[in-house]
C-alpha cells in the first residue's frame, strides 16, 4: 500500500486542453484608445526642450495631467505659449489635490507649453557666503590691528567660529525675505 501512495504521489497527470474550450481568436470586447495630446514643452521660451505625448485624465479624459508634467521636468508652474510671436500667455491652472487642469483639452490637439523651472536654494546661498567671506577678506586687509572699540566691548570675549556666523547670517537673510510681506500685513 505505501508503494501505492509513493506512486502515485510520484506520477503527476498533464491533461490537454480540448481544442473546443480555446478561445475565441475575434472577442467582442471594446478597446477603448485613451486619448492623448501633442505637449512641446518650453522652458523660459526656449525650445522646444521636448516633445512628448501626455494622456488626459479625468472623468471626461479631457483634462492634461500637469502635476506630472511639473513634477517630471523639476517646473515650478506652466503657462501657455505662443512659439510665432515667443510670448507667453496665461497661467495653465490646476487642480492642487490630483493635479489635472482646469481648462478641457480635445483628443489629439498640440499643446504648446513654457514652463518656470523651480528655484535652486545653491544660487542664493552661494551668494550669501560669497558675500561674508568676501567681506570678512576686507576686514582682514584693512584692519591689521583690532580696533580698539571692538577690543574694549564685551564682544570680543565672546569667540564664534567663523561658520556659525556665516549660519547666523544666512539664516537672518532668507528669514527676512520671506517675513518682508508678513511685516507690510502688520503695518511696519
Not at 23 to 51: C, D, F, M, Q, W
Not at 78 to 85: D, I, Q
Not at 87 to 93: E, P, Y
Request: aromatic share 10%.
Amino acid at each position: 500500500m505505501e508503494q501505492e501512495k509513493e506512486n502515485s504521489t510520484d506520477q503527476i497527470e498533464e491533461i490537454q486542453p480540448d481544442s473546443s474550450s480555446k478561445r475565441n481568436p475575434n472577442p467582442k470586447s471594446v478597446h477603448i484608445k485613451t486619448p492623448e495630446v501633442e505637449v512641446r514643452l518650453y522652458r523660459r521660451g526656449r525650445g522646444p526642450v521636448e516633445a512628448f505625448k501626455s494622456r488626459l485624465g479625468g472623468w471626461d479624459q479631457n483634462q492634461l495631467e500637469v502635476g506630472d508634467i511639473l513634477e517630471k521636468y523639476g517646473l515650478k508652474s506652466l503657462y501657455a505659449f505662443n512659439p510665432e510671436e515667443g510670448k507667453r500667455g496665461v497661467s495653465i491652472r490646476f487642480n492642487a489635490k490630483n493635479g489635472r487642469s482646469m481648462l478641457p483639452y480635445t483628443d489629439g490637439s498640440v499643446v504648446y507649453i513654457d514652463g518656470e523651472p523651480k528655484d535652486s536654494m545653491v544660487m542664493p546661498v552661494t551668494k550669501v557666503l560669497v558675500a561674508v567671506t568676501l567681506l570678512t577678506l576686507l576686514i582682514a586687509i584693512f584692519f591689521k590691528e583690532t580696533p580698539h572699540w571692538l577690543s574694549t566691548s564685551k564682544l570680543s570675549n565672546l569667540n564664534f567660529p567663523p561658520w556659525v556666523l556665516a549660519c547666523i547670517v544666512i539664516a537672518f537673510t532668507r528669514l527676512r525675505k520671506r517675513t518682508k510681506d508678513v511685516l507690510k500685513k502688520f503695518g511696519w
